[in-house]
């Protein structure tokens, strides 16, 4: 269950939230289920201002190679289900380098 939907949806928003706006339901929802504030300001956001907001811009290991050197190396901070290794592996392969 969605509580953001449920919000929007006029039968099941509580009587005590009409008239707030969307930016003022973000803020009970903040309240009162925390877990569920990032999909619903990432909903907010693409809604208001649009989706290139909040899409991420593709990763490009060229532009990122080309901007480093021996005193400024590539650094990857990796989160959960993110893995560069086999664009890196593609990567290398294309420049004649190995991954040890």
Known sequence: LDPMLMLQDIAKKPPSMDGLDSFQ???VLRCVRPD???PAVLSYVAGQV???FVTPPPFDIAGSYSDSSTTAPLIFI???????SSALSMFAAEKGREIN
């Open 25 to 27: 339901e973000l803020m």
């Open 50 to 52: 649009g989706e290139k």
């Open 78 to 84: 990796l989160s959960p289900g993110s893995d560069p």
């Open 36 to 38: 569920r504030v990032l």
